[in-house]
């Protein structure tokens, strides 16, 4: 039988780092935002959306791919330069920069950190502005728009290989260990685990927060493990990411329960 540590290790490493990274900027993506928050019918737009890019993705031709996400990946990077770096002039270098390397001087392990980054970015701005009604909305249909995507239409499939051609920061690509292959794991689905742990520590503290991540990653393994013992190239990360999130809110429920009892 196969097994791989190496992509849970990432998740699990790159979901923690967006949480204390939320506890340390709490504050300052607040302000940086306006306190905003979306609310629950705005998660079928943005679902709606997400699942009309991947459909538009998968039929335009390269180059105009390139174009969007340098675009939209530019200025994700800035606005996580200038969280960190409170100046304008500061944070305008971290996508001048990317950009440079994306034409210049690319490779794998440099797309592996912007990939990273982004991820985390995205984390932080959307696990700030999202209240639970929004989670209990959209998740869900994320989760259902990951499977007809993956398994229904399959163009979640093309948009990832014309991803990988133009070797974009669209995906955190290792080699996995013991098994000694190349695998890689979708931002769509690290930001999701970002963003569930990111809730569990507003609604319950930083300790779930963290035990949330547990919970994903020990749940991740397993469908992990099932998917390179069958073989099969893609299929719907959202399932375990959610469904290990769902395992720990249910815990956390019975254990407030059994306490309740108790007292």
Same mark, same amino acid.
């Not at 031709?61 to 939209?72: G, N, W």
């Not at 229904?152 to 098994?179: D, H, N, R, Y």
């Given at each position: 039988m196969r097994f791989d540590v190496v992509l849970?290790?990432?998740?699990?490493?790159?979901?923690?780092?967006s949480l204390l990274l939320y506890v340390r900027y709490e504050r300052r993506i607040r302000i940086l935002f306006g306190g905003q928050r979306l609310r629950a019918r705005e998660a079928v737009i943005m679902v709606l959306a997400m699942g009309l890019m991947i459909t538009i993705t998968a039929f335009i031709p390269q180059q105009a791919i390139m174009v969007l996400f340098l675009f939209s990946y530019s200025a994700i990077l800035y606005l996580f330069a200038y969280l960190t770096a409170s100046k304008w002039y500061l944070a305008v270098l971290a996508p001048a920069l990317f950009i440079f390397l994306y034409i210049f001087y690319w490779n794998v392990h440099l797309s592996n950190f912007f990939a990273i980054v982004f991820a985390i970015s995205i984390s932080l701005y959307l696990g700030s502005a999202l209240t639970w009604k929004y989670i209990a909305v959209f998740v869900p249909l @994320?989760?259902?728009l990951d499977l007809v995507q993956v398994l229904g239409t399959g163009l979640m499939g093309k948009v990832a290989e014309k991803l990988i051609t133009l070797?974009?920061?669209?995906?955190?690509?290792?080699?996995?260990?013991?098994?000694?292959?190349?695998?890689?794991?979708g931002l769509g689905d690290v930001f999701l685990a970002g963003i569930l742990a990111i809730q569990s520590t507003q609604k319950y503290g930083r300790k779930f927060g963290l035990l949330s991540i547990v919970a994903i990653t020990v749940i991740f393994s397993l469908f992990w493990i099932i998917q390179i013992? @069958?073989?099969v190239r893609y299929l719907p990360a959202t399932v375990p990411i959610t469904g290990g999130w769902l395992v720990a809110m249910i815990a956390k429920q019975i254990r407030g329960k059994e306490l309740k009892k108790k007292y």
């Amino acid at each position: 039988m196969r097994f791989d540590v190496v992509l849970p290790s990432v998740l699990f490493m790159v979901s923690a780092a967006s949480l204390l990274l939320y506890v340390r900027y709490e504050r300052r993506i607040r302000i940086l935002f306006g306190g905003q928050r979306l609310r629950a019918r705005e998660a079928v737009i943005m679902v709606l959306a997400m699942g009309l890019m991947i459909t538009i993705t998968a039929f335009i031709p390269q180059q105009a791919i390139m174009v969007l996400f340098l675009f939209s990946y530019s200025a994700i990077l800035y606005l996580f330069a200038y969280l960190t770096a409170s100046k304008w002039y500061l944070a305008v270098l971290a996508p001048a920069l990317f950009i440079f390397l994306y034409i210049f001087y690319w490779n794998v392990h440099l797309s592996n950190f912007f990939a990273i980054v982004f991820a985390i970015s995205i984390s932080l701005y959307l696990g700030s502005a999202l209240t639970w009604k929004y989670i209990a909305v959209f998740v869900p249909l @994320l989760t259902l728009l990951d499977l007809v995507q993956v398994l229904g239409t399959g163009l979640m499939g093309k948009v990832a290989e014309k991803l990988i051609t133009l070797q974009l920061p669209a995906m955190i690509s290792v080699t996995a260990f013991p098994s000694d292959m190349k695998v890689a794991l979708g931002l769509g689905d690290v930001f999701l685990a970002g963003i569930l742990a990111i809730q569990s520590t507003q609604k319950y503290g930083r300790k779930f927060g963290l035990l949330s991540i547990v919970a994903i990653t020990v749940i991740f393994s397993l469908f992990w493990i099932i998917q390179i013992n @069958l073989q099969v190239r893609y299929l719907p990360a959202t399932v375990p990411i959610t469904g290990g999130w769902l395992v720990a809110m249910i815990a956390k429920q019975i254990r407030g329960k059994e306490l309740k009892k108790k007292y």
